[in-house]
């Protein structure tokens, strides 16, 4: 009875986690209609429905979202009690389930990842890149890697660098526009404006300078966009102006396709940061590879140079 009811809650957990029983079947290594066999066993047992289904969408009814709250996180903590066990007692394995951002994830931490499978072989990085931020309770991540997730009494954040925002361009877009002296100045230039994903409002061009002045700058807007990568590789493309994270530039200021604008002035963020669920059985997994990114961020120099040059 524990191993139908088991296989029943991974099926129905997956179905809500993917939002189609494709994709959970390709998650669990099953075929669709095994898993909706078993979702809709499930529902005779329980005697409700749990998914709204037409030919092109998949929806939790409200049944369906009382359960999911209720069960999706405390039987994540069973499966990694037991998988635990099977391992050998607190030995790091199972699959790990990892939200981050395209460029920085890409850039920073995916080649951080070879020497951490050497050392954690039965651990496997499941990688989610998306740049909006994730909810890792509601969606299922063991690990988020970011900057300005909400910290509630469910979470831990363990800060990997602070993070400062700088105005770049392109070396054509100098020659062809005389670089401002003063954020003033910016008046009169190209800007590339971004849209903030969580609130929908465009970001401002709020400007500190070490001096400990600042101001509120206004420029001519040519474009708006709410990718980060998209934005710089417009400034690189000698578009305009944009205001972007160390983080996402750094490579690009590197090359020489981007330099600094105003480099005395700055913008402030909140830190880039490792988020996990500050639940009392923390599985050796998260442990880790928490861990270990903490150890290699900071020991690859990136931390030092996320701060503004």
């Known amino acids: 009875m524990f191993t139908e009811l088991s296989s029943y809650l991974d099926a129905f957990i997956a179905a809500a986690d993917e939002g189609s029983f494709s994709a ?18 499930l529902e005779l047992r329980l005697g409700v429905r749990l998914f709204q289904r037409s030919t092109r969408s998949l929806a939790l009814t409200t049944d369906g979202e009382r359960l999911y709250g209720q069960v999706r996180l405390p039987w994540s903590e069973i499966g990694d009690a037991l998988t635990d066990l099977s391992q050998g007692a607190g030995k790091p394995a199972g699959t790990l389930k990892v939200g981050l ?24 990085p499941d990688l989610y890149f998306d740049n909006r931020q994730v909810d890792l309770v509601a969606d299922g991540f063991d690990v988020a890697i970011g900057g300005g997730i ?75 966009m709410d990718d980060p990568e998209a934005l710089a590789c417009a400034a690189a493309s000698g578009m305009g102006i944009a205001m972007l994270p ?3 530039v750094l490579p690009l200021l590197d090359s020489g396709a981007l330099v600094r604008v105003l480099p005395g002035w700055y913008a402030e963020t909140r830190p880039l940061s490792i988020y996990y669920s500050s639940r009392k059985l923390v599985p050796a997994k998260v442990r880790v590879f928490v861990d270990y990114v903490v150890e290699q961020f900071r020991a690859s120099g990136h931390a030092a140079r996320f701060r503004a040059l």
């Not at 669990?28 to 898993?35: H, N, S, Y």
């Not at 994830?105 to 990842?113: A, D, I, N, W």
């Not at 951490?116 to 651990?123: N, S």
């Open 246 to 248: 160390l983080a996402h």
């Open 101 to 124: 951002a395209h460029t920085v994830g890409r850039t920073y931490f995916v080649p951080l990842l070879d020497e951490f499978t050497r050392r954690y072989p039965d651990v496997v």
């Open 24 to 41: 959970a079947a390709r998650r669990l290594g099953l075929t669709p209609a095994a898993v909706s066999k078993s979702v809709n066993r």
């Open 150 to 224: 909400e910290l509630t009494d469910a979470l831990i954040a363990r800060e990997l660098a602070s993070m400062q925002i700088v105005l770049v361009a392109s070396p054509a877009y100098l020659t062809a526009h005389a670089a401002p002296s003063q954020p003033q100045e910016l008046a009169r230039h190209r800007g590339l404006l971004r849209r903030s994903l969580s609130t929908g409002r465009l970001v401002p061009w709020t400007l500190k300078h070490s001096g400990g002045q600042e101001v509120l700058a206004s420029v001519r807007p040519v474009a708006v």
